[in-house]
């Protein structure tokens, strides 16, 4: 094995003071980040094991139905390989991440009166996806940030790593030649004002009962 690794492994996760993720990393639940996002959840007693989550003010799906959550270290961890080092940082990882898909889908099971736990209907499903990914990569490497989304909509397509990508249709494009996939297109919209302070009273609730 290269040496190498466990220099990025146990490579410094001190506060930086360029990073916006490291700046909003001790703000409190309930209070607001610059981009207007909101702590709805900490977990952990100090920077080397705590794990905190907003939930963003935009959403790429439908903004009266969808929500994202985003879980980030309190550290400056750039790569998943990094979070090993820290085994109850590792630990808190499980708890957080199951405390927020527990919240997400009991959101989400609320708004739809058809739930039911096995659905009929794609429509009527409690759908979720969770996505992070890491690089060292210097114009790319960044505090480590992993989203948890309603995964229906335009949200909701096959990504690169689902076999329903792979079996999608291929077309050509036919000034150059090159080889397409179609996928809908994705915007961010913001979520209106009250129902994104609703949900996040209602997230806060959720996730920070004792
Ligand atoms: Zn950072």
Redesign the pocket.
């Known amino acids: 094995m290269n040496d190498n690794i466990n220099g990025l492994i146990k490579e410094d996760a001190s506060?930086?003071k360029d990073?916006n993720?490291?700046s909003e990393?001790s703000l409190k639940v309930g209070q607001r980040t610059d981009y207007g996002a909101v702590i709805v959840f900490r977990i952990g007693s100090s920077a080397e094991d705590s794990w905190f989550a907003t939930l963003s003010p935009k959403t790429g799906g439908d903004p009266e139905q969808d929500f994202t959550i985003q879980l980030m270290p309190q550290a400056?961890l750039t790569h998943f390989c990094q979070v090993s080092n820290y085994p109850k940082l590792a630990e808190n990882y499980g708890t957080a991440f199951s405390k927020v898909c527990n919240a997400m889908a009991g959101l989400m099971a609320a708004e739809n009166k058809g739930f039911k736990v096995t659905s009929e209907s794609k429509e009527d499903a409690v759908s979720m996806a969770t996505y992070g990914k890491c690089t060292n990569w210097k114009e790319k490497k960044e505090?480590l940030h992993i989203k948890v989304f309603p995964f229906r909509g335009d949200i909701g397509q096959p990504y690169t790593v689902d076999s329903s990508f792979g079996r999608k249709e291929v077309h050509k494009d036919s000034g150059t030649g090159e080889e397409f996939v179609k996928m809908k297109p994705v915007r961010k919209v913001m979520i209106g004002k009250e129902r994104f302070e609703k949900l996040a009273n209602q997230l806060i609730s959720l996730l920070n009962i004792k």
Do not use: Q
């Open positions: 506060l930086h990073c993720l490291c990393s400056h505090h």
